[in-house]
């Protein structure tokens, strides 16, 4: 079996070999090696396996995504005040401000230092890529920094926020994938558009998570973002669709400085309970699930290139033997596991490619069917919400969340 992790996480050993100044780089090495998901290099090292059936040539685009991801954690966890990443105590509370900053610094230089080891032409358009990314991040951070100090967030502006903050580093992981495996201009822009909307679905899931997962599963403490009074999609259908008193309820409640945390924290749970705000985020997770899978169909490989055309049966098979591995190390959620993995065998087999002979090419609908399946089995077994596990995505079967 072809172990993502294991290639991954010694690979990255080996780049980030810098010992001086300590106070430098032992920051970083910490942040590092504190685990995480590793979504984002395994979105790239998942792409290029599907087109290639190699992950050796995508692995320092993975690196330098999950550093630059690193870098933007160091950075926020500044500015949110944050005193726990992964269940650890986050860069700037184990040492302090500054050293948060400039580790993070030098995790977004070493970044890019990573990519100068592809060719010419392909170090252009990953670090264009990443350059842009950069830059959208940054606005996304400015505009949810810009939400704290206003009462009022329309929804839009909060979509174009997560879209910039979170979805678009997604997004540019997908294509990262792509451009390693030289896939053409227009498979390359449809993975990207993929990957923001899947992105933004993930984003949805981690505000659900915020407030009504297992601390112990999430890493972070449950509720930070009512403390933080932060305006998340929970908190903007809540405002607009209560009645004025229980409006002005909500608002006193969650504009307070209350004594008792944990009072605050149930109570506005409450509101977004009852207000219909997390059925209203259920759907709109399964809005992007849909249009993503709508976008990848419109994929078109050239048959007459072997390279392109994915192994779907060997991919498959990885992939189960991945899932049933990182199901083994859960024991904690065992039952839950044993539930995802029947569905996930049960749906995985069904996975084909459609030809068609005109016009030499093959429209790629395997990925569309279960991309957000697979990458969310990925992406959260650190994190499953007893109460969510069971959520169901635009019948793509039992996600958790």
Same mark, same amino acid.
């Given at each position: 079996?072809?172990?993502?992790?294991?290639?991954?996480?010694?690979?990255?050993?080996?780049?980030?070999?810098?010992?001086?100044?300590?106070?430098?780089?032992?920051?970083?090495?910490? /942040?590092?090696?504190?685990?995480?998901?590793?979504?984002?290099?395994?979105? !790239?090292?998942?792409?290029?396996?599907?087109?290639?059936?190699?992950?050796?040539? @995508?692995? =320092?685009?993975?690196?330098?995504?999950?550093?630059?991801?690193?870098?933007?954690? $160091?950075?926020?966890?500044?500015?949110?005040?944050?005193?726990?990443?992964?269940? *650890?105590?986050?860069?700037?509370?184990?040492?302090?401000?500054?050293?948060?900053?400039?580790?993070?610094?030098? %995790?977004? #230089?070493?970044?890019?230092?990573?990519?100068?080891?592809?060719?010419?032409?392909?170090?252009?358009?990953?670090?264009?890529?990443?350059?842009?990314?950069?830059?959208?991040?940054?606005?996304?951070?400015?505009?949810?920094?810009?939400?704290?100090?206003?009462?009022?967030?329309?929804?839009?502006?909060?979509? +174009?926020? #997560?879209?910039?903050?979170?979805?678009?580093?997604?997004?540019?992981?997908? %294509?990262?994938?792509?451009?390693?495996?030289?896939?053409?201009?227009?498979?390359?822009?449809? /993975?990207? +558009?993929?990957?923001?909307?899947?992105?933004?679905?993930?984003?949805?899931?981690?505000?659900?998570?915020?407030?009504?997962?297992?601390?112990?599963?999430?890493?972070?403490?449950?509720?930070?973002?009512?403390? +933080?009074?932060?305006?998340?999609?929970?908190?903007?259908?809540?405002?607009?669709?209560?009645?004025?008193? *229980?409006?002005?309820?909500?608002?006193?409640?969650?504009?307070?400085?209350?004594?008792?945390?944990?009072?605050?924290?149930?109570?506005?749970?409450?509101?977004?309970?009852? =207000?219909?705000?997390?059925?209203?985020?259920?759907?709109?997770?399964?809005?992007?699930?849909?249009? $993503?899978?709508?976008?990848?169909?419109?994929?078109?490989?050239? @048959?007459?290139?072997?390279?392109?055309?994915?192994?779907?049966?060997?991919?498959?098979?990885?992939?189960?033997?991945?899932?049933?591995?990182?199901?083994?190390?859960?024991?904690?959620?065992?039952?839950?596991?044993?539930?995802?993995?029947?569905?996930?065998?049960?749906?995985?087999?069904?996975?084909?490619?459609?030809?068609?002979?005109?016009?030499?090419?093959? !429209?790629?609908?395997?990925?569309?069917? *279960?991309?957000?399946?697979?990458?969310?089995? %990925?992406?959260?077994?650190?994190?499953?919400?007893?109460?969510?596990?069971?959520?169901?995505?635009?019948? /793509?079967?039992?996600?958790?969340?």
């Amino acid at each position: 079996m072809k172990d993502y992790i294991k290639f991954f996480e010694e690979f990255l050993k080996k780049e980030i070999d810098y010992d001086n100044p300590k106070n430098l780089y032992e920051p970083v090495k910490y /942040l590092l090696d504190s685990g995480g998901k590793r979504l984002r290099p395994l979105i !790239t090292l998942f792409v290029s396996d599907l087109f290639t059936g190699n992950i050796t040539n @995508a692995l =320092s685009a993975s690196a330098a995504l999950e550093i630059f991801h690193n870098f933007t954690l $160091a950075h926020d966890d500044i500015m949110d005040n944050s005193i726990m990443r992964r269940g *650890k105590k986050t860069i700037n509370s184990k040492w302090d401000n500054n050293t948060g900053i400039l580790s993070g610094d030098v %995790m977004l #230089i070493i970044s890019y230092e990573i990519l100068n080891k592809y060719d010419e032409s392909k170090y252009i358009l990953l670090s264009k890529q990443l350059t842009q990314t950069s830059r959208l991040v940054c606005e996304g951070q400015q505009n949810d920094m810009d939400f704290s100090l206003k009462k009022d967030v329309l929804e839009a502006d909060y979509f +174009e926020m #997560i879209e910039n903050k979170t979805a678009v580093l997604i997004g540019c992981s997908f %294509m990262f994938g792509g451009i390693v495996s030289d896939l053409n201009t227009k498979n390359v822009n449809v /993975l990207y +558009e993929v990957g923001k909307n899947l992105g933004i679905a993930f984003q949805l899931e981690d505000d659900l998570l915020d407030c009504f997962g297992d601390e112990a599963k999430f890493g972070k403490k449950i509720g930070g973002d009512i403390l +933080e009074k932060k305006k998340t999609l929970l908190y903007i259908y809540t405002q607009a669709n209560l009645d004025n008193n *229980k409006r002005v309820e909500f608002e006193n409640i969650f504009f307070s400085d209350h004594s008792k945390e944990s009072i605050k924290i149930d109570t506005i749970k409450s509101f977004y309970e009852t =207000s219909g705000a997390v059925e209203y985020l259920k759907n709109k997770v399964q809005e992007y699930s849909e249009h $993503a899978k709508k976008l990848v169909n419109q994929m078109q490989i050239d @048959a007459t290139s072997p390279n392109e055309l994915p192994d779907i049966d060997s991919y498959t098979a990885l992939m189960n033997a991945y899932i049933e591995e990182q199901q083994s190390l859960i024991s904690i959620i065992e039952s839950e596991v044993n539930e995802i993995k029947s569905d996930v065998n049960a749906t995985m087999p069904n996975i084909q490619c459609s030809k068609s002979n005109e016009e030499g090419t093959v !429209t790629i609908t395997c990925l569309a069917e *279960k991309v957000h399946d697979l990458l969310i089995q %990925m992406e959260d077994y650190s994190g499953v919400s007893d109460h969510y596990s069971s959520m169901k995505l635009s019948g /793509l079967g039992s996600v958790p969340i």
